[in-house]
């Protein structure tokens, strides 16, 4: 975005001028001289379509002999500029500095500050805002198993092409779609072999038929009509055993479809914060302090009822007809909470403490009412009697005197789509004699109806809707396991145990929701509790839209060739909400959420006794309210991605992005690559070490991270202590910060506690508690362009 200076509002003495030759437009602003420091400013509107960071470049005259200062501003936020000496007044030069930039309309200035000392013309200013990772559909951007990705070849669009589908080949994108229907797709291919080549495609794992891809010259387009539904849908190309593949796929166009977020998943809720609702109970403070509610809480507040009649009432922005509610309430308590539409009570929420309420330090096994009482909120759901409007006023009200208080964290509402209907062949669980919505353990009828499964055409095993009891794991490796719809299928967990298993490849998992029933954190040396789902994934394998509660982790994978995972909704575990682990390869963990997890929201660990992550990457996922450790981690391994996710509130010792060599990880290698991500409220303090850790940490306790570490488009907001930590003595080297704005920082923009060495360009400090940059340890720093504020 280019923006001529003579065009800009001008005050305080600035003025436009033509004197010196070889400006753009119509002039140069001049005025920038000593009798106007303090004053001279041209101010300039930049629209974004993106909120995150962009590069200003200015063209200035400097003809002085000496480096001369200027004030770049943005949205109030103020970071000084120096422009080198040039030849002459008539002589033109740029340069570069870093800024944050919100969705819309950004205030953008050029001034003669009371600390600069100016004497500089100014051309223009041109803005480079925030993009997406992706202009489309583009394949290349989705999953890829089995194929490459290549750029030999004129006339693809975006970054380049899928190439070398051979046997098993698979290619996986997600598409939004705003209501359930039939679209027409159309997908850009190349083929060149002579003959027509064939390739199955699928909708959200079902196998939709077979396209036919004629031979010719350039690149070509068929068209398909598929079954997609409301919300995130996955469109598959595979190379099936009756397809012969050997073709070049470029892009994926939909009807009908509308753009994914930029950042973060895209959800099928809104979530309203009970603090900006109506109330007449009491808003929590704002606090960050380990311990406290709020510091546990979504955006660090909350709403207490005490009295009977105490209510938090919002008023719905879309259509809703399900609601989950993030509450609280005494330790050893339940009681119901009621939720009102319209004036009239609709249902009474089932709230309890027995997933709650944790003291001592790790793992949390202290006698109740101890030391460091923590984890206060739990989640619980229903479905409402219909389908409610946008301008609807929901009420949720204590009318009980149970407990002496509830305190509301938030609402997610949305529309649960209809119970989905059991696909063609597929084996039903209660055909094996699982009883739907009864006490009894149905494990042995799942693992009878699994068997019968695996020897059916279909391979598939259906759940219908309804709530049935696991107590123990269920091995469904080879086969589909889909339910009706996560608001409509639920597995129970019982007595710390259940969960699904999975060995081998072909495996797919979709449309339930997972309820278990673990209640503390295992110590590493002794488990004896379940995850959600776990095992070793090989080729072929796909999870997608799975709800996770009350488990031990989410998703715990010991090993994978080519995992897909999308549509996790993963909350109150006890450990991790996902960890990706052992000789694993080219996972991908997408549009999915993590919420009050026991440890890290998301990681990739790279165990020594276990094996080497590689290829994998977590990518657009919403990542909250850890109650320990990070939101996204990688422990080690070789050329893992984490980027496009949005990561908040981090409550406990961790970050919201951490890069280590802790926990016995093997050593890095590749380039490890943290991009496109926005961290705010991230960072805490440690009790244990009696330390505060960043919101990006960088941490190698024993072995040094030598691989290159890139920290690219990185949005890093009101950090509870430094925006960057390095620790902890042992050399970082080959680390690259571009493009990275620190806004807001407790302490310190950027703290350095050990040696090594990096270069960093485009990166930007303000508003910090302390200094903007704390290098203890002789950590070499290479200036790029661009940098400010430090």
Known sequence: MGLEAEAAQLSGGARV????????????????????????TAA?????????????????????????????????????????????WDAWGTVDAGLSLTVGANAVAVKYGTADNGNFNLDNLTVTTPSAPSSGLELEDGFVAGATVATDVAGYTGNGFVTGLGAGARILRTVRKETAGTAATTLRFRNTSGSNRTLSVYANGLKQGQLSLPSGAGWQTTQRDLPLRAGVNIVGFQVDGGDSGGVQLDNLAVAGSTALAARGATLPYTTYEAEAGRTNGSVLA????????????????????????????????????????????????????????????????????????????????????????????????????????????LRLVKETTATAYVTVDLVDAEVAEAPQPAPAGYVSVTSYGA????????????????????????????????????????????????GAGLWHTVLLGQNRRGGLYVT??????????FDGDVTTRDPDCCPNSDAAIEGDFGAGSLIRNVATNHAKVGLWVKSAAGLYAVGLRIRNT????????????????????????????????????????????????????????????????????????????????????????????????????????????????SLDWGSAIGAVWLYAPANPIAAPVVLRDLEVVDSSYQGMLLSWQVP???????????????????????????????????????PALANNSGFQITRGPGNSGW
Do not use: C
Not at 25 to 40: I, K, L, M, P
Not at 604 to 626: E, I, K, Y
Not at 640 to 660: H, K, P
Not at 748 to 757: A, H, L
């Open 17 to 40: 001028e033509t004197e010196h030759p070889g400006y753009t437009g119509s002039g140069y602003v001049g005025g920038f001289v000593d009798g106007n420091r303090g004053n001279a």
């Open 44 to 88: 300039f509107t930049v629209s974004s379509g993106l909120a995150g960071s962009g590069t200003a470049t200015l063209r200035y005259a400097n003809g002085t002999g000496s480096p001369r200062t200027a004030s770049l501003i943005v949205n109030g936020v103020t970071q000084q500029v120096t422009l080198p000496a040039l030849a002459n």
């Open 286 to 393: 704002a606090g960050r302090i380990y311990t406290t509610e709020q510091a546990e809480a979504s955006g660090r507040r909350a709403v207490r009822l005490t009295g009977a009649g105490q209510y938090v009432e919002v008023t719905l922005t879309r259509p809703a007809n399900a609601i989950t509610v993030r509450a609280g309430l005494p330790d050893n308590s339940s009681a119901p909470l009621a939720v009102h539409i319209g004036g009239t009570k609709v249902a009474d929420l089932p709230l309890t403490s027995k997933y709650s309420w944790m003291y001592g330090p790790y793992p949390f096994d202290g006698a109740p009412g101890g030391e460091r009482p923590h984890r206060y909120f739990d989640d619980v759901r229903t479905l409402l009697p219909q389908t409610y409007p946008a301008g609807t006023v």
């Open 435 to 482: 009883v739907a919505n009864d006490a009894g353990d149905d494990t042995m009828a799942f693992r009878s109806a699994v068997s019968a499964a695996r020897s059916n055409p279909a391979r598939g095993l259906w759940i219908p809707a309804g709530r049935f009891v696991i107590g123990s794991l269920v091995d469904v490796a080879g086969i589909d396991v889909r």
């Open 504 to 513: 081998g490849g072909n495996t797919q998992l979709g449309d339930f929701t």
């Open 574 to 685: 006890m450990a991790d909400g996902a960890n990706i682990n052992g000789n694993t390869s080219n996972v991908r963990v997408e549009q999915s959420t993590t919420r009050n997890t026991g440890d890290d929201g998301l990681a990739m660990w790279s165990w020594v006794n276990a094996g080497t992550v590689r290829d994998s990457v977590f990518a657009f996922n919403t990542l909250t309210l850890p109650l320990l450790a990070n939101g996204a981690a990688i422990y080690g391994g070789a050329a893992n991605r984490i980027e496009d996710n949005l990561i908040t509130d981090i409550v406990f010792q961790g970050a919201g992005v951490t890069v280590s060599t802790w926990h016995d990880s093997v050593p890095f290698g590749g380039t490890t690559v943290v991009q496109r991500n926005t961290l705010t409220r991230a960072g805490s303090y």
């Open 732 to 770: 970082i080297n080959g680390l690259t910060l571009e493009r990275v704005a620190f806004r807001g920082a407790g302490t310190i923009g950027m703290e350095f506690n050990t040696p090594g060495s990096g270069t960093f360009g485009y990166v930007t400090v303000a508003g910090t508690g302390g």
